[in-house]
């Protein structure tokens, strides 16, 4: 009886997942914080478990002393991504333009 339960749960567990990739098929995803802790997990996710995704578009700001270019490599050598190095590769050899627009981020005391 316990390996029917396991098997059921495990069936369920494939079900779920094939629902999120089939969810996100043929679709552009914009990731924001991507060279971040939970960004890379989800970047590194998002690449193995979705292959049919149509664009990912990684949004990266220059931070400190590092240019954009620079913190994406650093993303690019992490061994968190070290499965999806071509798929990143690719992405930084056909980028035409990044415009980095500063914003301000003030919140009116009113809202608070």
Wanted: include cysteine; hydrophobic fraction near 45%.
């Amino acid at each position: 009886m316990n390996v029917k339960i396991n098997e059921d749960n495990v069936s369920e567990k494939l079900h779920k997942a094939n629902s999120i990739e089939g969810f996100y098929a043929n679709t552009g995803i914009l990731v924001t914080g991507a060279t971040g802790f939970v960004g890379k997990g989800i970047l590194e996710k998002l690449m193995r478990l979705c292959p049919n995704i149509a664009a990912i578009f990684i949004l990266i700001r220059p931070k400190k002393n590092q240019t954009m270019k620079q913190r994406f490599k650093k993303l690019i050598d992490d061994p968190v991504s070290s499965g999806n190095k071509s798929n990143l590769l690719f992405l930084l050899t056909n980028i035409a333009l990044v415009v980095p627009l500063p914003i301000s981020i003030k919140i009116p005391e009113t809202l608070i």
